[in-house]
């Protein structure tokens, strides 16, 4: 399979709560980017690390990445119920202009 | 940032029948073209690279011949689903990257129902 995996699969928390989702993947990377999506909507786009970098922030998201494990993570602090969503990680290839996705995970905020 | 647009946004068809996707950068010049089928509840799968001016590069288990993809210019590329069944029925996904090759730009997705 192209795609990595991500855990969990599922995530329920209560608004105000940090959600921590994890992505692996499969070969080299260049960069490894996340995105989020809607139910039924187009990607929006939150934050690119390269293959370099072993932490970035931007907001309240905090993505960690660690090449030796083929691993990343995305945490949310302090959600809002309009967080509600599916998390897509996406891995793009070393020396191949190609990305691959996580399989997702799907992050409920209840109000 | 850059926009993508695809069209139609959905579409629905009999099975036999051929249906056509465009996917248009529409301010950038767009080298790198994707295509993804994404199926109810699950992740984007990668169909194919698309380079403009040259063959697209499919991934494997993904047929050529019934999966046409075509990228004759710089801000346009297009899907055609070949005589399509209900197991095509899903939301297909383009994007788009540019000079900036560690970006892709993603369309809004078209949902086709075959039925």
């Known amino acids: 399979s192209q795609q990595g995996e991500e855990d969990p699969q599922a995530l329920s928390i209560q608004e105000g709560e940090n959600a921590t989702m994890n992505c692996s993947y499969k070969?080299?990377?260049?960069?490894l980017q996340w995105y989020r999506q809607n139910s039924g909507r187009g990607l929006v786009h939150l934050i690119l690390i390269r293959s370099n970098e072993r932490e970035k922030h931007s907001g309240r998201l905090r993505v960690t990445l660690d090449t030796s494990k083929k691993s990343s993570s995305l945490l949310i602090t302090a959600s809002r119920a309009a967080d509600t969503a599916s998390y897509f990680c996406a891995s793009q290839q070393y020396n191949f202009n190609k990305f691959y996705f996580g399989s997702g995970t799907k992050l409920n905020v209840k109000p | 940032g850059a926009v993508v647009s695809q069209h139609p946004s959905w579409v629905i068809c009999k099975s036999g029948t051929s249906v056509k996707i465009e996917c248009r950068s529409l301010?950038?010049?767009?080298?790198?073209m994707f295509w993804y089928r994404q199926f109810p509840k699950q992740s984007l799968m990668l169909m194919a690279t698309?380079?403009?001016?040259?063959?697209?590069?499919?991934e494997q288990g993904v047929e050529k011949d019934k999966f046409l993809i075509n990228h004759a210019s710089l801000t346009l590329s297009t899907l055609t689903v070949t005589s399509a069944h209900p197991e095509d029925s899903s939301f297909y996904i383009c994007?788009?990257?540019?000079?900036?090759?560690?970006?892709?730009?993603f369309g809004p997705g078209t949902r086709l129902t075959v039925l």
């Open positions: 994007s788009a990257s540019g000079r900036v090759t560690d970006t892709q730009y």
């Open positions: 070969t080299s990377i260049n960069n």
């Open positions: 301010d950038f010049q767009a080298t790198t």
């Open positions: 698309s380079n403009e001016g040259s063959k697209a590069t499919y």
